[in-house]
């Protein structure tokens, strides 16, 4: 028995799958063949459930599968009376929290000890991956449909072990996912991470990728979020490459917002703005000696904008700065925030008082506006719902980014999905609950869509393995958006996406079910794959959980057989192996595709993979060379299997090192 630190882990939260073209329309969708996920259970880790929701009714439900070996636990306002056939377990985990805080006064600090949902992250997450559909839905009046989780009729099983605001205890979580594997869960998703620096993979005190390690073992999938701390390099989190790790996007909905100046210019900014409209009223910007950033409004007095709606600038992506901001302006008296800054897609949702963002060129042609007259005034609209074009999808600034800190040669993320202004339901004790739902942001909401997907794949292909479900995932993505137009990646400046910041790109959940080739993996290769980061032998065998002795020489990171090839320290020419195994018809012949990066010499040997029904599995080797002579970053180029009907394309990332472990910041 050993004592372990404990490690504190954050959460990361209609349209989305009309948009993934994951719709029930035809006998041969998805949904259709799957039985909208009935035979899989999928365990949610998180904050808990309000599970009077309506999308968790048990409406057209079956019984219970026979294997299921969870339960539902009583605790405050909740019993196993609140489970049924769709909510199937619910249980809570403490004792973790409490040993590194504090026992919970919830006189003080509101907190259900139970299942139950108070912050209403898990029911958001839990009923995305699979709420059953419930019509006429909106929030503040928007995004207005039926709203449904990926697999609406997966049963579901809850395991709380984040509290308050979000803090979740590492003991707990793996008390949770022990649980969960112990209980027959058949996919894990766990919308939560660590921030950078991590801890490596065999650390015991990176308990998420324990945790991980046994439920991959057993075949559970993992789906874990990447983390909210974009757009900087290097602050992915679950790296481990038995997790599935999901970055986030837009959609093709927005809220515009319109605008209008006293010249009679409009202008469309984005809220989430009920109504009622406002103005025509003053319009105003904090003069010298005041601030115009909209984090120093609360300085301001209030007569500079009681009765006002008031312009102001911010180049700090700190949501809480800018809270505290709009927030000054509402307690002066103020009537409306307009904010100009780069896109974080941190919309604050109103009834009554509008925030509106701007870029900061619009922003500037309202500052302008406001400079060319002595009576400046403006009209705010309520927002409105616009789906489709012009709508261009992109990755969000928050979205963490690649590459990989601790393993570059892991590309990570694996993949993205919508996570920004994702409707679902919510506690009905969440500040942003509007009749029990909400709509939310971050990849803590991309995050549930990959596991609903997940299900989706484990109900058509239980026999699959949780890499071979990657794999199809990672394979058949969306380098573009499903409309054909490119995915851009917000940051400092917007720029094309690319695998360190989408993986291998956009879900599309249809070609999943389909891949015709998976890069398969097994436990005794991810633990060839730490033998070759150079953990030693103890540290690897407690992971396992058994004694493990690495063979020597070591293998190489580079032959784990993952759908990508990452290479961060190429200096002359390295050969690396793959091996696919054919899951579409038996007599199939491929023929090899090379979009090498810019620089970079690619090889493939045999260039012709031929399939029949005794020859199913087949390797490959790539070879891959620089033409560089200095230290270059990373560039990105792609290697596809084709057999004129199935693309089967695998992103490739390299990166020069003529020097290596060099910095360069000359």
Request: charged share 15%; glycine share 10%; with cysteine.
């Amino acid at each position: 028995m050993q004592v372990i630190p404990d490690t504190i882990y954050e959460l990361t939260t209609t349209r989305t799958w009309d948009y993934l073209g994951l719709s029930p329309g035809t006998p041969q969708s998805l949904l259709h063949k799957t039985d909208l996920g009935s035979s899989v259970i999928v365990g949610v880790i998180d904050t808990g459930v309000w599970p009077e929701s309506e999308m968790f009714n048990d409406n057209g439900y079956g019984p219970i599968p026979s294997r299921w070996k969870g339960a539902c636990e009583t605790g405050d306002l909740f019993s196993p009376s609140n489970c049924n056939r769709k909510l199937i377990g619910a249980k809570f985990f403490i004792d973790g929290f409490s040993a590194e805080f504090e026992v919970l006064n919830t006189t003080q600090r509101p907190e259900y000890i139970s299942p139950r949902d108070f912050n209403g992250h898990g029911t958001h997450v839990s009923s995305t991956v699979g709420g059953s559909y419930v019509a006429n839905v909106s929030y503040l009046g928007l995004g207005s449909g039926t709203v449904r989780g990926g697999a609406p009729r997966v049963h579901i099983a809850i395991y709380k072990a984040c509290w308050l605001h979000g803090v979740c205890s590492g003991a707990d979580v793996l008390k949770a996912m022990d649980e969960a594997i112990n209980d027959g869960v058949d996919v894990l998703s766990l919308s939560l991470g660590l921030k950078v620096p991590l801890y490596q993979e065999t650390d015991m005190r990176e308990l998420l990728s324990v945790g991980a390690f046994h439920a991959v073992e057993k075949g559970i999938p993992v789906v874990a979020s990447a983390g909210n701390n974009g757009p900087g390099a290097q602050t992915i989190s679950n790296v481990a490459p038995w997790i599935l790790t999901v970055a986030a996007t837009t959609q093709d909905r927005s809220f515009p917002t319109t605008i209008t100046l006293g010249n009679n210019i409009t202008i469309l900014g984005q809220a989430i703005f009920g109504g009622p409209a406002v103005g025509f009223v003053e319009l105003t910007i904090p003069d010298k000696p005041f601030s115009t950033d909209c984090a120093d409004l609360p300085g301001n007095p209030k007569s500079t904008m009681e009765g006002k709606v008031v312009l102001c600038f911010t180049a700090d992506s700190n949501a809480g700065a800018m809270g505290n901001g709009i927030l000054a302006v509402k307690n002066a008296g103020g009537l409306g925030v307009i904010v100009a800054k780069n896109p974080t897609y941190s919309l604050i949702p109103s009834r009554d008082f509008p925030c509106v963002m701007v870029d900061f060129e619009l922003g500037t042609d309202i500052l302008f506006y406001i400079r060319s007259t002595s009576s400046p005034i403006v009209k705010i609209d309520a927002s409105k719902t616009l789906v489709s074009y012009p709508v261009a999808t992109k990755v969000p600034t928050f979205s963490s980014r690649g590459p990989n800190s601790i393993s570059p040669a892991i590309l990570k993320p694996d993949i993205a999905a919508p996570g920004v202004n994702i409707l679902a339901a919510t506690s009905l004790n969440s500040s942003v609950s509007d009749g029990g739902y909400a709509m939310t942001s971050g990849t803590s909401m991309a995050t549930p869509v990959i596991a609903g997907v997940v299900v989706l794949l484990k109900a058509l292909h239980p026999d699959w393995s949780p890499a071979a479900i990657k794999s199809a995932i990672v394979t058949t993505a969306w380098r573009t958006d499903p409309s054909g137009e490119p995915i851009f990646a917000d940051g400092s400046s917007r720029k094309l996406a690319d695998p360190f910041d989408y993986g291998g790109g956009l879900v599309n959940p249809d070609k999943a079910a389909r891949p015709g080739l998976i890069y398969d993996i097994n436990t005794n290769d991810y633990v060839l794959y730490l033998c070759s980061t150079d953990y030693n032998d103890t540290s690897i065998s407690q992971v396992v959980g058994k004694k493990t002795e690495c063979p020597n020489p070591k293998p190489s990171v580079l032959d784990l057989n993952l759908p990508s090839i990452t290479i961060p320290n190429l200096k002359d020419k390295v050969t690396l192996t793959r091996t696919v195994t054919n899951v579409g018809p038996p007599n199939s012949i491929y023929k090899v595709v090379i979009n090498p990066p810019t620089g970079v010499r690619m090889t493939v040997k045999p260039n012709i993979l031929r399939f029949n029904p005794r020859t199913k599995k087949v390797s490959f080797t790539v070879t891959v060379s620089t033409t560089h002579k200095v230290n270059t970053g990373y560039y990105f180029g792609s290697l596809t299997w084709t057999d004129n009907v199935r693309r089967v394309v695998i992103p490739v990332s390299v990166r020069t090192q003529i020097l290596e472990r060099y910095h360069d910041e000359n």
